[in-house]
Each structure stands twice: as C-alpha cells, then as structure tokens.
T-cell receptor
C-alpha cells in the first residue's frame, strides 16, 4: 500500500524568507510524486510532479521540489516566500506498479502561513 | 479552456431531499473523478469514470449515485443524505486516467450542508 506523510500541520515563515514544506512517502515500487496547493474555498491546483529523471523538479509560481530516494522524501521549497503563498499544501503519491494507478494518495496537508 | 466547472458552489439540503451536483470540463479529458473533502483534511476519492464508464467506486454508500452522460459532464446524484455527508465535493479530470503520471485538474467544489 502507498502512503504519504506530511509531518507538519502548519509552517510559518516570514515574507522573503525561504520556505520548506516536508513530505515523505512509502510505495512498493518507484513513486510518482505530486504537490498540489489549495486556497480557501477552492479546489486543488497542481504545482509540480516528479516522474523520473532530474531529482530537482521546478513547478508553478517559483516552487520546486527535491526527490530524495534514499530518504524517501519529496520536500517542497521556494527561495523567497510571498504572502500570497499562504495556503494548504498537499503532497500526493501514485504507485504506477500498483493495481490501481488511478489511486492518488494524498497526505493530510500542511497549512503554510507567510507573515508580512 | 483549462477549467473544471462545478455547480452549484453551495448547497443546503435536508435529509429527505434529492439533489444533484454537476461538473463540466472542455479539455477533452476522458477521466473524471469525484472526491469528498472534510474541513482541513485531504480529499478522499469516491468515484472514477474513464471513457464514460465507471472504473472505481470506493465503497461509497448508495445514497451517492454518479452519472457520466458524456465525456464532458459528470453528475453526482444525492438522496437521503446524512449530516455527516456535509463536506466539500470536488470534481477533477485528467487526460485519460490510465497513466499514473497524469495531473488532475480540480474544480472549485460544491460546499454541501446536510441539515
């Protein structure tokens, strides 16, 4: 079975500082990893994904994530946080070798607050 | 057009009512999904349609009935719901649903309150 852990319920960061939102995963095969962001009263928006290749993935709005196979992690990062980045962030994983490749398993979410 | 449109945005219904949620996309996607999301929780998969056929039903109670009239439309029919069914219902789509690396496009959701 596949699973995702986001160890922090909330992350606070000052505007202009770098931010990191942590994610670790567990799958039996090679993972497909995703980050989504959800603004209040809205659906989820895709930020970026790791499928294969370069461990550093660049995505929307200046976000990037680093895939680390040995640590089974896929942390989301941004060099300089904006107040508008404040939202709920979800890490998600798919195991393409699993019986149900439709199954996108989400972490519990991390609320990011960027303080002006 | 890269939008998934859901209507209504808000819905209040009694436990004896029948109502429907609607979802529409014009991206040519062939997979459509219903998710349920409780406040401050991750989305939970309910149903998946692929090429207009129901592919996955995640053991959802029969008071929720999905329908996919065509490749652009997805409905969720609601009947005899319980207060614990109150949640944000999200529709999503992806290109085919058959490839694990596909990203999902989500609608803004319908906030449902069952009284």
């Amino acid at each position: 079975a596949q699973s995702v852990a986001q160890p922090e319920d909330q992350v606070n960061v000052a505007e202009g500082n770098p931010l990191t939102v942590k994610c670790t995963y567990s799958v039996s095969g090679n993972p497909y990893l995703f980050w989504y962001v959800q603004y209040p009263n809205r659906g989820l928006q895709f930020l970026l994904k790791y499928i294969t290749g370069d461990n550093l993935v660049k995505g929307s709005y200046g976000f990037e994530a680093e895939f680390n196979k040995s640590q089974t992690s896929f942390h989301l990062k941004k060099p300089s946080a904006l107040v508008s980045d404040s939202a709920l962030y979800f890490c998600a994983v798919r195991d393409p070798s699993g019986a149900g490749s439709y199954q996108l398993t989400f972490g519990k979410g991390t609320k990011l607050s960027v303080i002006p | 057009d890269t939008e998934v449109t859901q209507t209504p945005k808000h819905l209040v219904m009694g436990m004896t009512n029948k109502k429907s949620l609607k979802c529409e996309q014009h991206m040519g996607h062939r997979a459509m999904y219903w998710y349920k999301q409780k406040a401050k929780k991750p989305p939970e998969l309910m149903f998946v349609y692929s090429y207009e056929k129901l592919s996955i039903n995640e053991s959802v109670p029969s008071r929720f009935s999905p329908e996919c009239p065509n490749s652009s439309l997805l409905n969720l029919h609601l009947h005899a719901l319980q207060p614990e069914d109150s949640a944000l219902y999200l529709c999503a789509s992806s290109e085919t649903g058959a490839t694990a690396n596909e990203k999902l496009f989500f609608g803004s959701g319908t906030q449902l309150s069952v009284l």
